[in-house]
């Protein structure tokens, strides 16, 4: 059935080093993907975006790269900051005009 | 701020109560959501609204009934609650078409007894 999941559970980094996050999903429909981040006590926020006619975008200090060949998407965060710290969720709409399909999360802990 | 306010923030409440959940959005938005949020599970999906019609219920059990008066405002009545309903209710809103993100309010984590 249609599903997005992450690979890592949990992702723990030295601060300055680079980050990467990954998700899978499964449904060949969805052309629209975002990364969330929620801080503890919050709802998530909006990271970046991605639509399936490109396979990868820059943002400050975040980069998300999108292979549609295996379904793959991925979360780079560059010179990870102890603020990054955080579960960060992908999301797709496989294809809906409304819905979103979130992944289970990978909680990133930044060591100092 | 994301532009999306939730009240309760915290509610705690026994099986036999009546309460309910508000959101409000300041983002001219025209669809609204209700996202169960428990641990170490995804994000689900409760209930949709599209210009106030309510276009998705999301096999949610009838203890939980919202309303959406305007596409501002958007609540979740509660009764005869279990245990197990115990999460973080987050609510959400977008511009309906394809590919808007959602922007999301803080939540309200709710316990009950």
């Known amino acids: 059935g249609e599903s997005v999941g992450l690979h890592l559970p949990t992702l723990s980094v030295q601060e300055g080093d680079n980050s990467i996050i990954n998700c899978a999903y499964s449904n060949s429909a969805s052309d629209y993907f975002i990364w969330y981040k929620q801080e503890s006590g919050k709802g998530p926020q909006f990271i970046i975006d991605i639509r399936s006619n490109m396979d990868k975008r820059q943002g400050q200090r975040v980069t998300v790269l999108l292979n549609k060949t295996v379904k793959h998407l991925s979360l780079q965060i560059a010179a990870t900051q102890p603020g990054d710290s955080a579960v960060y969720f992908c999301a797709e709409t496989g294809g809906s005009n409304y819905k979103l399909t979130f992944g289970k999360g990978t909680l990133l802990t930044v060591n100092p | 701020e994301t532009g999306v306010t939730q009240t309760p923030r915290h509610l705690v409440m026994g099986m036999t109560n009546k309460k309910s959940l508000k959101c409000e959005q300041h983002?001219?938005?025209?669809?609204m959501y209700w996202y169960k949020q428990s641990a170490k599970k995804p994000l689900e999906l409760m209930f949709v609204y599209n210009f106030k019609e309510q276009t998705e219920n999301n096999s949610v059990p009838s203890r939980f009934s919202p309303e959406c008066p305007n596409s501002s405002h958007l609540f979740l009545h509660l009764h005869t609650l279990q245990p197990e309903d115990s999460a973080l209710y987050l609510c959400?809103?977008?511009?309906?078409?394809?590919?808007?993100?959602?922007?999301f309010g803080p939540g309200t984590r709710l316990t009950v007894l």
């Open positions: 959400a809103s977008s511009q309906a078409g394809q590919g808007n993100e959602q922007f």
């Open positions: 983002l001219g938005h025209n669809a």
